[in-house]
């Protein structure tokens, strides 16, 4: 089973398209194995699937992503909820997580299933955690210039991480997208039936 994501606070660009691609091709493959008869969902599979969707209620208030009006920390938080949700339902259900990134779906020799559902998630999800890692150190770092700053030369959240990582943003609002609004693992229950 995957434990806690890896220490390093940074988020490498290439890092983050496998990522998202991970979680693409492994959701879909899952997704298209269930619709397709080839991977059929027990009781308990049904069961976590529901604790997970209530578990990740994204509480956005029907707005589509990004959510740039939102709090970073609200933001990174809905986001990085996913990777602790996941462990647990994998732990609840005896489900291995494994890294799939950089790995097709379709290289495997056995139907896709739950731990495969949520691996493919998981990879995304971590980089939330990864993300909010970055967002404190970068804060922390905020505070201490601050005590050095007059009040008109103090960056804000927002620049500073858009400095430290350029397409922060960008891949922020890419990784809203995968959780929430239209077609979306918002629509878990949907797909899932």
């Known amino acids: 089973m995957i434990t806690e994501p890896s220490p390093s606070p940074v988020s490498d660009p290439a890092d983050f398209a496998s990522r998202l691609a991970a979680a693409e091709d492994w959701t879909g493959a899952a997704l298209e194995a269930q619709q397709e008869g080839r991977w059929v969902l027990t009781g308990t599979e049904r069961r976590i699937l529901a604790d ?26 809905r986001i990085g909820n996913w990777a602790g949700v996941l462990r647990l339902a994998a732990r609840a259900g005896s489900f291995e997580l494994r890294p799939v ?31 909010q890692r970055l967002m404190l150190a970068t804060v922390a770092e ?10 008109q030369e103090r960056q804000d959240l927002d620049q500073a991480l858009a400095e430290r990582e350029p ?11 995968f959780f ?9 229950p949907l797909f899932l039936c």
């Open 52 to 77: 997970i969707v209530a578990a990740t209620n994204p509480l956005h208030g029907g707005r589509l992503p990004p959510h740039d009006d939102e709090s970073l920390y609200v933001r990174l938080g």
């Open 101 to 131: 990134a950089g790995t097709d779906p379709s290289s495997q020799t056995r139907p896709v299933g739950m731990a495969d559902l949520l691996s493919g998630i998981y990879a995304l999800a971590e980089q939330g955690e990864r993300w």
């Open 142 to 151: 905020l505070n201490a210039a601050a005590r050095s700053r007059p009040p």
């Open 167 to 177: 397409r922060f943003a960008k891949d922020l609002a890419a990784a809203e997208r």
């Open 180 to 188: 929430t609004g239209p077609g979306s693992l918002e629509d878990l």
